[in-house]
T-cell receptor
Framework: KNEVEQSPQNLTAQEGEFITINCSYS?????LHWLQQHPGGGIVSLFM???GKKKHGRLIATINIQEKHSSLHITASHPRDSAVYIC???????????FGTGTRLQVFP | GAGVSQSPSNKVTEKGKDVELRCDPI?????LYWYRQRLGQGLEFLIY????????KSGLPSDRFSAERTGESVSTLTIQRTQQEDSAVYLC??????????????FGEGSRLTVL
């Protein structure tokens, strides 16, 4: 079992739909990252969070430390949101990062 | 520079040759990570540095892989006697440690290695 599990692995949506991507982990962490990787490979950090909720534009990330679970939400999805979304956890007291396998999102017009 | 810089961006080599990949992190970032991503697959942890030391080398696939970091700055990932299965994009990321903004990750564009 991977230490970081993401679901779903693949997701298709129509433009405008509300999207949720989930991440579960099994170790004690100090922080969780949500990353975006576009076709062509570049990776961009979307959020880093250790508790609660963060919002940036149409993106919202939440984390529940007790349940070892995080969600990334995209409101009013757009074709330019099409990318792979990756969850990564930073182990507590170290800087080791473990990545989930990613969720491939395709948003159609 | 303003971001994480990796070189070369593309490298094609023959099986059995050695390659060196370089990462220039953002100035002042004490944590530096190496990952690789094979075609169509997820990110695979290789090694990370805290300053110039590497607390965790568990991700290095074999003894053909080594990495070093000097001056809490540039890092070099060396692959000796390359094999075709080493073909991948090798990604570097850096972050500050601690502080309000500590931990946010910044990625380089990667070095695409093709072993023929």
């Amino acid at each position: 079992k991977n230490e970081v599990e993401q679901s779903p692995q693949n997701l298709t949506a129509q433009e405008g739909e509300f999207i949720t991507i989930n991440c579960s982990y099994s170790v004690g962490i100090s922080a969780l990252h949500w990353l975006q990787q576009h076709p062509g490979g570049g990776i961009v950090s979307l959020f880093m969070l250790s508790s609660g909720k963060k919002k940036h534009g149409r993106l919202i990330a939440t984390i529940n430390i007790q349940e070892k679970h995080s969600s990334l939400h995209i409101t009013a999805s757009h074709p330019r949101d099409s990318a792979v979304y990756i969850c990564a956890v930073r182990y507590y007291n170290t800087d080791k990062l473990i990545f989930g396998t990613g969720t491939r999102l395709q948003v159609f017009p | 520079g303003a971001g994480v810089s990796q070189s070369p961006s593309n490298k094609v080599t023959e099986k059995g040759k050695d390659v060196e990949l370089r990462c220039d992190p953002i100035s002042g970032h004490t944590a530096l990570y190496w990952y690789r991503q094979r075609l169509g697959q997820g990110l695979e942890f290789l090694i990370y540095f805290q300053g110039n030391s590497a607390p965790d080398k568990s991700g290095l696939p074999s003894d053909r892989f080594s990495a070093e970091r000097t001056g809490e700055s540039v890092s070099t990932l060396t692959i000796q006697r390359t094999q075709q299965e080493d073909s991948a994009v090798y990604l570097c990321a850096s972050s500050l440690v601690g502080g309000e903004n500590g931990g946010e990750l910044f990625f380089g564009e990667g070095s695409r290695l093709t072993v023929l």
